[in-house]
Protein backbone atom coordinates (compact mmCIF):
# COMPACT_ATOMS: atom_id res chain seq x y z
CA UNK A 1 0.00 0.00 0.00
CA UNK A 2 1.35 3.77 -1.12
CA UNK A 3 2.32 5.49 2.26
CA UNK A 4 -0.23 8.36 1.26
CA UNK A 5 -3.08 6.10 1.06
CA UNK A 6 -1.98 4.38 4.82
CA UNK A 7 -1.60 7.65 6.06
CA UNK A 8 -5.00 8.82 4.49
CA UNK A 9 -6.28 5.21 6.56
CA UNK A 10 -4.45 6.49 9.51
CA UNK A 11 -6.43 9.81 9.03
CA UNK A 12 -9.95 8.14 8.85
CA UNK A 13 -8.90 6.07 11.97
CA UNK A 14 -8.32 9.38 13.53
CA UNK A 15 -11.63 11.22 12.70
CA UNK A 16 -13.66 8.30 13.30
CA UNK A 17 -11.80 7.93 17.14
CA UNK A 18 -12.39 12.20 17.42
CA UNK A 19 -15.94 11.74 16.92
CA UNK A 20 -16.91 8.92 18.91
CA UNK A 21 -14.94 11.05 21.60
CA UNK A 22 -17.19 14.06 20.97
CA UNK A 23 -20.35 12.00 21.12
CA UNK A 24 -19.28 10.37 24.33
CA UNK A 25 -19.84 13.33 25.70
CA UNK A 26 -23.11 13.98 24.79
CA UNK A 27 -24.58 10.30 25.83
CA UNK A 28 -28.37 11.40 25.50
CA UNK A 29 -28.37 13.12 22.03
CA UNK A 30 -29.78 11.03 19.70
CA UNK A 31 -26.25 11.58 17.15
CA UNK A 32 -24.69 10.17 19.35
CA UNK A 33 -26.47 6.81 18.69
CA UNK A 34 -26.27 7.01 14.99
CA UNK A 35 -23.75 5.50 12.77
CA UNK A 36 -21.42 7.82 10.86
CA UNK A 37 -19.17 7.95 7.55
CA UNK A 38 -15.72 9.08 6.71
CA UNK A 39 -15.53 9.64 3.05
CA UNK A 40 -12.09 9.66 1.81
CA UNK A 41 -10.95 11.21 -1.38
CA UNK A 42 -7.59 9.19 -1.49
CA UNK A 43 -9.45 6.21 -2.53
CA UNK A 44 -11.23 8.11 -5.11
CA UNK A 45 -8.23 9.32 -6.82
CA UNK A 46 -6.59 5.55 -6.47
CA UNK A 47 -9.29 3.63 -8.33
CA UNK A 48 -9.47 6.46 -10.86
CA UNK A 49 -5.70 6.06 -11.85
CA UNK A 50 -6.02 2.21 -11.92
CA UNK A 51 -8.78 2.33 -14.23
CA UNK A 52 -6.74 4.50 -16.53
CA UNK A 53 -3.37 2.04 -16.47
CA UNK A 54 -5.82 -0.78 -16.84
CA UNK A 55 -8.37 0.69 -19.59
CA UNK A 56 -6.90 4.05 -21.28
CA UNK A 57 -9.13 4.13 -23.79
CA UNK A 58 -12.05 3.42 -22.21
CA UNK A 59 -13.62 6.78 -20.70
CA UNK A 60 -15.75 5.81 -17.35
CA UNK A 61 -19.51 7.18 -16.95
CA UNK A 62 -19.60 6.54 -13.42
CA UNK A 63 -22.85 5.14 -12.86
CA UNK A 64 -24.89 7.68 -10.39
CA UNK A 65 -27.12 5.01 -8.58
CA UNK A 66 -24.37 3.28 -6.86
CA UNK A 67 -23.78 6.12 -4.94
CA UNK A 68 -24.94 9.89 -5.59
CA UNK A 69 -22.73 11.03 -2.64
CA UNK A 70 -22.56 15.17 -4.20
CA UNK A 71 -18.81 15.52 -2.54
CA UNK A 72 -17.97 12.27 -4.51
CA UNK A 73 -19.82 13.45 -8.04
CA UNK A 74 -18.02 16.50 -7.90
CA UNK A 75 -14.24 14.70 -7.22
CA UNK A 76 -15.18 12.23 -10.42
CA UNK A 77 -16.33 15.30 -12.16
CA UNK A 78 -12.91 17.00 -11.52
CA UNK A 79 -11.43 14.07 -12.31
CA UNK A 80 -13.22 14.21 -15.97
CA UNK A 81 -15.48 11.30 -15.36
CA UNK A 82 -19.12 11.57 -17.51
CA UNK A 83 -21.68 10.49 -15.67
CA UNK A 84 -24.73 7.40 -16.03
CA UNK A 85 -28.27 8.45 -14.84
CA UNK A 86 -31.00 5.91 -14.53
CA UNK A 87 -34.10 8.70 -13.36
CA UNK A 88 -34.51 12.57 -13.65
CA UNK A 89 -33.39 13.42 -10.11
CA UNK A 90 -29.83 11.49 -11.21
CA UNK A 91 -29.89 13.73 -13.83
CA UNK A 92 -30.68 17.16 -12.06
CA UNK A 93 -28.03 16.04 -9.49
CA UNK A 94 -25.12 16.04 -12.30
CA UNK A 95 -26.74 19.22 -13.96
CA UNK A 96 -26.53 20.91 -10.68
CA UNK A 97 -22.88 20.31 -10.67
CA UNK A 98 -22.46 22.00 -13.47
CA UNK A 99 -21.81 18.79 -15.65
CA UNK A 100 -22.27 19.93 -19.42
CA UNK A 101 -25.07 17.51 -20.53
CA UNK A 102 -22.72 15.93 -22.86
CA UNK A 103 -21.21 14.31 -19.85
CA UNK A 104 -23.93 12.34 -19.28
CA UNK A 105 -25.97 9.50 -20.52
CA UNK A 106 -29.54 8.47 -20.14
CA UNK A 107 -28.56 4.68 -19.20
CA UNK A 108 -32.21 2.99 -18.88
CA UNK A 109 -33.73 0.91 -21.48
CA UNK A 110 -37.39 1.75 -20.17
CA UNK A 111 -37.80 5.37 -19.31
CA UNK A 112 -41.12 7.00 -18.73
CA UNK A 113 -42.19 9.61 -20.81
CA UNK A 114 -41.91 12.03 -18.65
CA UNK A 115 -38.63 11.49 -17.67
CA UNK A 116 -37.64 11.12 -21.28
CA UNK A 117 -39.16 14.71 -21.84
CA UNK A 118 -37.53 16.49 -19.18
CA UNK A 119 -34.02 14.95 -19.93
CA UNK A 120 -34.31 16.02 -23.08
CA UNK A 121 -35.57 19.37 -22.47
CA UNK A 122 -32.25 19.30 -19.97
CA UNK A 123 -29.83 18.86 -22.93
CA UNK A 124 -29.01 15.23 -22.40
CA UNK A 125 -28.53 13.66 -26.05
CA UNK A 126 -27.56 10.18 -25.75
CA UNK A 127 -29.48 7.35 -23.82
CA UNK A 128 -30.30 3.66 -23.91
CA UNK A 129 -32.88 1.47 -25.72
CA UNK A 130 -33.64 -2.13 -26.01
CA UNK A 131 -37.45 -2.20 -27.03
CA UNK A 132 -39.46 -1.56 -29.70
CA UNK A 133 -42.27 0.14 -27.66
CA UNK A 134 -39.36 2.27 -26.31
CA UNK A 135 -38.58 3.46 -30.10
CA UNK A 136 -42.19 4.60 -30.35
CA UNK A 137 -41.93 6.43 -26.91
CA UNK A 138 -38.48 8.18 -28.34
CA UNK A 139 -40.23 8.61 -31.51
CA UNK A 140 -42.96 11.29 -29.77
CA UNK A 141 -41.03 12.83 -27.30
CA UNK A 142 -37.08 13.12 -28.24
CA UNK A 143 -36.62 12.16 -32.02
CA UNK A 144 -33.08 13.83 -31.61
CA UNK A 145 -31.89 11.88 -28.78
CA UNK A 146 -28.38 9.77 -30.14
CA UNK A 147 -29.40 6.16 -28.93
CA UNK A 148 -27.35 3.36 -27.79
CA UNK A 149 -29.23 -0.79 -28.59
CA UNK A 150 -28.83 -2.35 -25.35
CA UNK A 151 -27.95 -6.11 -26.03
CA UNK A 152 -28.31 -9.06 -24.27
CA UNK A 153 -25.13 -9.97 -21.88
CA UNK A 154 -24.75 -12.19 -18.86
CA UNK A 155 -21.80 -13.39 -16.45
CA UNK A 156 -23.86 -16.05 -14.81
CA UNK A 157 -21.12 -15.26 -11.79
CA UNK A 158 -22.54 -11.64 -11.41
CA UNK A 159 -23.40 -10.61 -7.70
CA UNK A 160 -26.07 -8.73 -9.35
CA UNK A 161 -28.14 -9.98 -12.71
CA UNK A 162 -28.96 -7.86 -15.41
CA UNK A 163 -29.58 -9.69 -18.37
CA UNK A 164 -32.42 -11.12 -16.75
CA UNK A 165 -34.39 -7.73 -17.13
CA UNK A 166 -32.48 -6.16 -19.48
CA UNK A 167 -30.69 -6.37 -23.09
CA UNK A 168 -31.98 -6.91 -26.58
CA UNK A 169 -31.71 -10.89 -27.39
CA UNK A 170 -29.13 -11.20 -30.09
CA UNK A 171 -32.09 -12.46 -32.65
CA UNK A 172 -34.20 -9.07 -31.89
CA UNK A 173 -31.33 -6.66 -32.68
CA UNK A 174 -31.73 -6.48 -36.65
CA UNK A 175 -35.34 -5.94 -36.30
CA UNK A 176 -34.74 -3.00 -33.44
CA UNK A 177 -32.45 -1.51 -35.64
CA UNK A 178 -34.52 -1.61 -38.90
CA UNK A 179 -37.68 -0.24 -36.84
CA UNK A 180 -35.10 2.71 -35.32
CA UNK A 181 -34.06 3.56 -38.79
CA UNK A 182 -37.97 3.11 -40.36
CA UNK A 183 -38.74 6.18 -37.52
CA UNK A 184 -35.90 7.76 -38.32
CA UNK A 185 -34.70 7.83 -35.58
CA UNK A 186 -30.29 8.09 -34.93
CA UNK A 187 -29.01 5.02 -33.68
CA UNK A 188 -24.93 5.86 -32.89
CA UNK A 189 -23.82 2.62 -31.23
CA UNK A 190 -23.91 -0.13 -28.91
CA UNK A 191 -24.32 -0.77 -24.99
CA UNK A 192 -23.78 -3.81 -22.97
CA UNK A 193 -23.60 -4.56 -18.72
CA UNK A 194 -22.25 -8.23 -17.96
CA UNK A 195 -23.73 -7.88 -14.62
CA UNK A 196 -22.58 -5.99 -11.35
CA UNK A 197 -19.90 -7.86 -9.51
CA UNK A 198 -18.78 -9.41 -12.19
CA UNK A 199 -16.26 -12.67 -12.28
CA UNK A 200 -16.34 -14.37 -14.98
CA UNK A 201 -12.95 -13.31 -17.35
CA UNK A 202 -14.94 -14.67 -20.68
CA UNK A 203 -17.97 -12.32 -19.97
CA UNK A 204 -16.57 -9.26 -21.51
CA UNK A 205 -14.80 -10.91 -24.93
CA UNK A 206 -18.39 -12.50 -25.37
CA UNK A 207 -20.41 -9.47 -25.44
CA UNK A 208 -17.83 -7.50 -27.24
CA UNK A 209 -18.33 -9.88 -29.79
CA UNK A 210 -21.73 -10.13 -29.47
CA UNK A 211 -21.47 -6.10 -29.90
CA UNK A 212 -19.43 -6.40 -32.77
CA UNK A 213 -22.25 -8.36 -34.47
CA UNK A 214 -25.29 -6.25 -33.88
CA UNK A 215 -22.88 -2.24 -34.71
CA UNK A 216 -21.96 -4.25 -38.05
CA UNK A 217 -26.18 -5.05 -38.66
CA UNK A 218 -26.36 -0.90 -37.83
CA UNK A 219 -23.96 0.05 -39.97
CA UNK A 220 -25.34 -1.81 -42.66
CA UNK A 221 -28.20 0.04 -42.19
CA UNK A 222 -26.91 2.95 -42.63
CA UNK A 223 -26.24 4.39 -38.93
CA UNK A 224 -23.21 6.22 -38.48
CA UNK A 225 -21.88 3.61 -35.29
CA UNK A 226 -19.66 5.48 -33.32
CA UNK A 227 -20.12 4.25 -29.57
CA UNK A 228 -19.54 1.22 -27.89
CA UNK A 229 -20.32 1.34 -24.32
CA UNK A 230 -19.40 -1.69 -21.88
CA UNK A 231 -20.95 -1.22 -19.15
CA UNK A 232 -20.25 -1.61 -15.42
CA UNK A 233 -19.68 -5.18 -13.04
CA UNK A 234 -16.04 -4.16 -12.47
CA UNK A 235 -14.75 -4.79 -8.83
CA UNK A 236 -11.48 -3.90 -7.01
CA UNK A 237 -10.98 -8.08 -6.03
CA UNK A 238 -10.66 -8.77 -9.84
CA UNK A 239 -9.61 -6.22 -12.04
CA UNK A 240 -6.59 -7.06 -12.72
CA UNK A 241 -8.19 -10.06 -13.98
CA UNK A 242 -11.34 -8.66 -15.93
CA UNK A 243 -9.88 -5.16 -17.18
CA UNK A 244 -7.40 -7.04 -19.86
CA UNK A 245 -9.46 -9.56 -20.85
CA UNK A 246 -12.20 -6.51 -22.06
CA UNK A 247 -9.23 -4.42 -23.16
CA UNK A 248 -7.99 -7.05 -25.58
CA UNK A 249 -11.22 -8.05 -26.79
CA UNK A 250 -12.10 -4.61 -27.18
CA UNK A 251 -9.04 -3.60 -29.62
CA UNK A 252 -9.32 -6.81 -31.34
CA UNK A 253 -13.18 -6.40 -32.64
CA UNK A 254 -12.96 -2.72 -32.53
CA UNK A 255 -9.67 -1.58 -33.29
CA UNK A 256 -10.73 2.31 -35.19
CA UNK A 257 -10.26 5.20 -33.60
CA UNK A 258 -13.13 6.32 -35.23
CA UNK A 259 -15.37 4.35 -32.33
CA UNK A 260 -15.30 5.88 -28.78
CA UNK A 261 -15.49 3.43 -25.93
CA UNK A 262 -17.43 4.23 -22.85
CA UNK A 263 -18.17 2.70 -19.88
CA UNK A 264 -20.55 2.72 -16.85
CA UNK A 265 -18.43 1.87 -13.50
CA UNK A 266 -20.42 2.03 -10.50
CA UNK A 267 -19.08 -0.04 -7.51
CA UNK A 268 -15.47 0.18 -8.85
CA UNK A 269 -15.27 3.74 -7.71
CA UNK A 270 -17.50 4.01 -5.26
CA UNK A 271 -17.13 1.00 -2.70
CA UNK A 272 -13.55 2.35 -1.09
CA UNK A 273 -14.54 5.41 -0.49
CA UNK A 274 -16.77 5.03 2.67
CA UNK A 275 -15.70 3.80 6.24
CA UNK A 276 -18.57 3.07 8.77
CA UNK A 277 -18.80 3.60 12.02
CA UNK A 278 -21.79 1.91 14.03
CA UNK A 279 -22.59 1.51 17.28
CA UNK A 280 -23.01 -1.57 19.67
CA UNK A 281 -26.46 -0.78 21.09
CA UNK A 282 -27.19 -3.94 23.25
CA UNK A 283 -26.27 -7.36 23.33
CA UNK A 284 -27.17 -10.84 24.27
CA UNK A 285 -24.41 -13.55 24.82
CA UNK A 286 -25.81 -17.42 24.11
CA UNK A 287 -26.46 -18.27 27.69
CA UNK A 288 -29.05 -15.68 28.68
CA UNK A 289 -30.41 -15.68 24.74
CA UNK A 290 -32.77 -18.50 23.54
CA UNK A 291 -30.08 -21.17 23.51
CA UNK A 292 -29.30 -21.27 20.06
CA UNK A 293 -26.83 -19.14 18.91
CA UNK A 294 -23.26 -20.51 19.79
CA UNK A 295 -21.67 -17.20 20.11
CA UNK A 296 -22.67 -13.98 21.55
CA UNK A 297 -25.33 -11.88 19.32
CA UNK A 298 -24.33 -7.85 18.95
CA UNK A 299 -26.91 -5.10 18.12
CA UNK A 300 -25.80 -2.26 16.09
CA UNK A 301 -27.42 0.68 15.04
CA UNK A 302 -27.18 0.13 11.46
CA UNK A 303 -28.12 -2.99 9.21
CA UNK A 304 -30.08 -4.12 6.16
CA UNK A 305 -32.55 -1.71 6.20
CA UNK A 306 -29.64 0.83 6.26
CA UNK A 307 -26.18 0.17 4.89
CA UNK A 308 -25.72 -3.02 4.90
CA UNK A 309 -28.78 -4.35 1.83
CA UNK A 310 -25.71 -6.08 0.26
CA UNK A 311 -25.93 -8.32 2.63
CA UNK A 312 -29.75 -9.66 1.44
CA UNK A 313 -29.36 -8.55 -2.40
CA UNK A 314 -25.25 -9.86 -2.87
CA UNK A 315 -24.85 -11.86 -0.17
CA UNK A 316 -21.55 -9.25 0.84
CA UNK A 317 -19.18 -10.29 4.02
CA UNK A 318 -19.09 -7.79 6.09
CA UNK A 319 -16.13 -8.08 8.54
CA UNK A 320 -16.19 -5.62 11.21
CA UNK A 321 -13.00 -4.58 13.29
CA UNK A 322 -13.43 -3.54 17.30
CA UNK A 323 -13.38 0.29 17.89
CA UNK A 324 -13.54 -0.59 22.03
CA UNK A 325 -14.63 2.76 24.32
CA UNK A 326 -13.08 2.75 27.62
CA UNK A 327 -16.19 4.54 29.02
CA UNK A 328 -14.56 4.14 32.65
CA UNK A 329 -17.43 2.68 34.72
CA UNK A 330 -15.55 -0.03 35.29
CA UNK A 331 -16.88 -2.81 32.94
CA UNK A 332 -13.97 -6.07 32.76
CA UNK A 333 -13.69 -6.94 29.38
CA UNK A 334 -12.71 -10.11 28.48
CA UNK A 335 -9.44 -10.26 26.29
CA UNK A 336 -8.67 -12.13 23.24
CA UNK A 337 -10.44 -13.31 20.38
CA UNK A 338 -14.45 -13.51 21.12
CA UNK A 339 -17.26 -14.69 18.32
CA UNK A 340 -19.89 -12.72 17.44
CA UNK A 341 -23.22 -12.61 14.69
CA UNK A 342 -23.79 -9.26 14.69
CA UNK A 343 -27.62 -7.80 14.04
CA UNK A 344 -29.05 -4.65 13.27
CA UNK A 345 -31.33 -2.43 14.99
CA UNK A 346 -34.70 -3.24 13.54
CA UNK A 347 -37.39 -5.58 14.87
CA UNK A 348 -37.01 -7.67 11.82
CA UNK A 349 -34.79 -11.17 12.04
CA UNK A 350 -33.77 -11.36 8.88
CA UNK A 351 -31.70 -8.09 10.09
CA UNK A 352 -28.48 -9.92 10.52
CA UNK A 353 -24.91 -8.32 9.37
CA UNK A 354 -23.10 -11.47 9.53
CA UNK A 355 -22.93 -14.82 11.70
CA UNK A 356 -19.88 -15.21 12.78
CA UNK A 357 -17.46 -11.85 13.18
CA UNK A 358 -14.14 -12.18 15.03
CA UNK A 359 -13.07 -9.74 17.23
CA UNK A 360 -9.62 -9.13 19.03
CA UNK A 361 -11.32 -8.99 22.30
CA UNK A 362 -14.97 -8.81 24.04
CA UNK A 363 -17.08 -6.10 22.77
CA UNK A 364 -18.82 -3.75 25.27
CA UNK A 365 -22.36 -2.12 24.64
CA UNK A 366 -21.46 1.58 23.38
CA UNK A 367 -18.47 0.04 21.45
CA UNK A 368 -18.32 0.95 17.75
CA UNK A 369 -17.76 -1.45 14.94
CA UNK A 370 -16.15 -0.06 12.01
CA UNK A 371 -16.77 -1.40 8.14
CA UNK A 372 -14.59 -0.42 5.51
CA UNK A 373 -15.80 -0.39 1.94
CA UNK A 374 -19.28 0.76 2.38
CA UNK A 375 -19.15 2.99 -0.22
CA UNK A 376 -21.36 1.30 -3.00
CA UNK A 377 -25.16 0.21 -3.26
CA UNK A 378 -25.12 1.04 0.70
CA UNK A 379 -26.67 4.71 2.09
CA UNK A 380 -27.94 5.05 -1.61
CA UNK A 381 -30.58 2.22 -1.17
CA UNK A 382 -31.34 3.00 2.89
CA UNK A 383 -34.57 2.74 3.96
CA UNK A 384 -36.22 4.02 7.12
CA UNK A 385 -38.30 1.24 7.79
CA UNK A 386 -38.83 0.58 11.51
CA UNK A 387 -38.48 4.25 12.31
CA UNK A 388 -34.66 4.64 11.71
CA UNK A 389 -33.36 7.53 10.20
CA UNK A 390 -31.70 6.62 6.26
CA UNK A 391 -29.84 9.84 6.34
CA UNK A 392 -26.08 9.50 7.60
CA UNK A 393 -23.66 11.75 9.20
CA UNK A 394 -20.80 12.25 6.85
CA UNK A 395 -16.94 13.89 7.19
CA UNK A 396 -15.37 13.81 4.81
CA UNK A 397 -11.34 13.72 4.18
CA UNK A 398 -8.61 14.10 1.51
CA UNK A 399 -11.39 16.14 -0.64
CA UNK A 400 -8.71 18.88 -1.86
CA UNK A 401 -8.91 19.11 -6.26
CA UNK A 402 -7.93 21.01 -8.27
CA UNK A 403 -9.26 24.62 -7.59
CA UNK A 404 -11.44 23.59 -5.34
CA UNK A 405 -11.19 24.04 -1.25
CA UNK A 406 -11.38 21.37 1.59
CA UNK A 407 -14.74 19.95 2.35
C1 LIG B 1 -27.15 0.41 -16.65
C2 LIG B 1 -26.16 0.25 -15.53
N1 LIG B 1 -24.94 0.80 -15.69
C3 LIG B 1 -24.00 0.72 -14.72
C4 LIG B 1 -24.28 0.09 -13.52
C5 LIG B 1 -23.19 0.05 -12.48
O1 LIG B 1 -22.73 -1.23 -12.32
P1 LIG B 1 -21.49 -1.56 -11.37
O2 LIG B 1 -21.74 -0.93 -10.08
O3 LIG B 1 -21.49 -3.05 -11.33
O4 LIG B 1 -20.27 -1.04 -12.04
C6 LIG B 1 -25.53 -0.52 -13.32
C7 LIG B 1 -25.83 -1.22 -12.07
O5 LIG B 1 -26.89 -1.72 -11.85
C8 LIG B 1 -26.50 -0.43 -14.36
O6 LIG B 1 -27.72 -0.96 -14.22
Known sequence: MATTEMSADRQVDNLIRRRIAELEETPFAPQADLPF??????????????????????????AVKCNPDVHLLRFLADLGLGFDCASLSEIQLVLGLGVDPSRIIFSHPCKAVST?????????????????????????????????????AQDDTARVSLGKKFGAAPLATHSLLS??????????????????????????????????????????????????????????????????????AVEEEFPSRHVRIIAEPGRFYARSYYTLASKVISRRNHSSGAGFSQVGMLYQNDGIYGCFMNKVTEDEAFVPTLISVDKGHGVPRGQGKHCYSVWGPTCDSVDCITDRATLHSEALVGDWLKYENMGSYSAASATSFNGFPNTYEIFYVNHRMLSRKET
Open 116 to 152: LQMASSRGVTLATFDNSDELDKIKNVSPSMRLLLRIY
Open 179 to 248: KARALGLKVVGISFHIGSAASEPNAFPIAVRDARRAFDQGRDMGFDMTILDVGGGFQDSNFDLMAPTLRV
Open 37 to 62: IVADGTKLRRQHHQWMQFLPRIQPFY
